[in-house]
């Protein structure tokens, strides 16, 4: 059972462009909510995250957007560039259990075009 | 670079092989961790070192073995994979088990 669903699986976004990824999870009890951004031959890295307290958090270009009743999170990439282009993973777990509870998405890869 | 090294970053290996992927990490963390990433499927956590100890092993086929022989040395032992077994296996480490965890580049390996 995937407890955390993603989507799009893949996304192409016009330069400039806004560049949205969905995700929604099942477990009520996750109450951290990190987003991973991953290049080409590169591992994950985390690149923001959210707790349920707050219904938005932007850095920079980037922000998540927190939906606790519909238990969904989304990413939007305002002013998207080509070096955005990477694959976007979002991920839950409760709290502080460690590294080991994280559940993952499927990963969306996003291409930016000029 | 995140500072976690994995070698090396691409394997062939036939199904009656034995190989090892090596992680290295120089920043003093505690934890460390296998991940296994396929096309198309979440991240896959396998095993979780802390301080050295294994603290969780998320059912993986014993035809994959881990090993850590000190702090900053991972290793993963493979012998007699399947070809579903191609993958980017991914090395992490973190300061301690509640904290961001950095990534390595991984290894690519194929089972043929």
Not at chain 1, 74 to 91: E, F, K, N, R, V
Not at chain 2, 18 to 38: D, P
Request: charged share 20%; net charge positive.
């Amino acid at each position: 059972q995937q407890q955390v669903k993603q989507s799009p699986q893949s996304l192409i976004v016009q330069k400039g462009g806004i560049s949205i990824i969905n995700c929604a999870y099942e477990n009520t009890a996750f109450d951290y909510f990190p987003w991973y951004q991953q290049f080409p031959g590169k591992g994950p890295a985390l690149l923001i995250a959210i707790r349920p307290d707050v219904s938005e958090k932007k850095e920079g270009r980037f922000t998540i957007s927190f939906n606790k009743s519909a238990k969904q999170f989304s990413l939007h990439i305002m002013d998207s560039q080509p070096g955005d282009s990477a694959t976007y993973s979002c991920a839950a777990s409760i709290g502080n259990f460690g590294n080991e509870k994280l559940t993952f998405g499927t990963g969306t890869r996003l291409t930016i075009i000029p | 670079e995140t500072g976690v090294t994995q070698t090396p970053r691409h394997l062939v290996m036939g199904m009656t092989n034995k190989k090892s992927l090596k992680c290295e990490q120089h920043l003093g963390h505690n934890a460390m961790y296998w991940y296994k990433q396929s096309a198309k499927k979440p991240l896959e956590l396998m095993f979780v070192y802390s301080l050295e100890e294994r603290v969780e092993n998320n059912s993986v086929p014993s035809r994959f073995s881990p090993e850590c022989p000190n702090s900053s040395h991972l290793f993963l032992h493979l012998h007699t994979l399947q070809p579903e077994d191609s993958a980017l296996y991914l090395c992490a480490s973190s300061p301690t088990r509640n904290t961001e965890a950095f990534f390595g580049q991984g290894t690519r390996l194929t089972v043929v």
